[in-house]
T-cell receptor
Framework: GESVGLHLPTLSVQEGDNSIINCAYS??????FIWYKQESGKGPQFIID?????DKRQGQRVTVLLNKTVKHLSLQIAATQPGDSAVYFC????????????FGPGTSLSVIP | DTGVSQDPRHKITKRGQNVTFRCDPI?????LYWYRQTLGQGPEFLTY????????KSRLLSDRFSAERPKGSFSTLEIQRTEQGDSAMYLC?????????????FGQGTRLTVV
């Protein structure tokens, strides 16, 4: 069945270091992937997305890497800041239902000042 | 525009009672989504609307759950005969359109506690 999961439930990073959050997915039909950030008491916030025909996409301080061979997704945050502390979710869509986003369980990122 | 608005932010109810939540999407967003999120988990898709039409419902949406978007603007999610297992955060999101590369904006959610 469809599933999106994360390797590490928690991650602690020193301020200024780079963070890498990993995600595995199992559905080969997944066509579109999204990373969300959720701060305490708030709804998820879009960070960056990538389509299955790409391997890498860069945003401001964030990079998403997609390895379709091993069904692996990662989010890299450069120069991690205290404001980056949150729970990060990877999510997937399939061509057949772009409106139905399937979320993974989340990784909690803590930035140590 | 202040984003997606949900009301109430918190709701405590006794088991067996009915509850109704409201979501006001961003103006002109024709897609509206409901998700449920339990502690430590990612949001789970419940249903979505395109304007006033409900286009997809998850198997999670039992017959005790009903969602409406009567005029294609705000939406309500009602849970009848609440059970303790219904305790969760109910999130609403909206997007300008559907499909790939369309960002969905989430509200802050309604936290339901069934006692």
């Amino acid at each position: 069945g469809e599933s999106v999961g994360l390797h590490l439930p928690t991650l602690s990073v020193q301020e200024g270091d780079n963070s890498i959050i990993n995600c595995a997915y199992s559905n080969s039909a997944s066509d579109y992937f999204i990373w969300y950030k959720q701060e305490s008491g708030k709804g998820p916030q879009f960070i960056i997305d990538i389509r299955s025909n790409m391997d890498k996409r860069q945003g401001q301080r964030v990079t998403v890497l997609l390895n379709k061979t091993v069904k692996h997704l990662s989010l890299q945050i450069a120069a991690t800041q205290p404001g980056d502390s949150a729970v990060y979710f990877c999510a997937e869509n399939m061509k057949t239902s772009y409106d139905k986003v399937i979320f993974g369980p989340g990784t909690s990122l803590s930035v140590i000042p | 525009d202040t984003g997606v608005s949900q009301d109430p932010r918190h709701k405590i109810t006794k088991r067996g009672q009915n509850v109704t939540f409201r979501c006001d999407p961003i103006s002109e967003h024709n897609r509206l989504y409901w998700y449920r999120q339990t502690l430590g988990q990612g949001p789970e898709f419940l249903t979505y609307f395109q304007n006033e039409a409900q286009l997809e419902k998850s198997r999670l949406l039992s017959d005790r759950f009903s969602a409406e978007r009567p005029k294609g603007s705000f939406s309500t999610l009602e849970i009848q005969r609440t059970e303790q297992g219904d305790s969760a955060m109910y999130l609403c999101a909206s997007s300008l359109r559907g499909g790939f590369n369309t960002e969905a904006f989430f509200g802050q959610g309604t936290r339901l506690t069934v006692v």
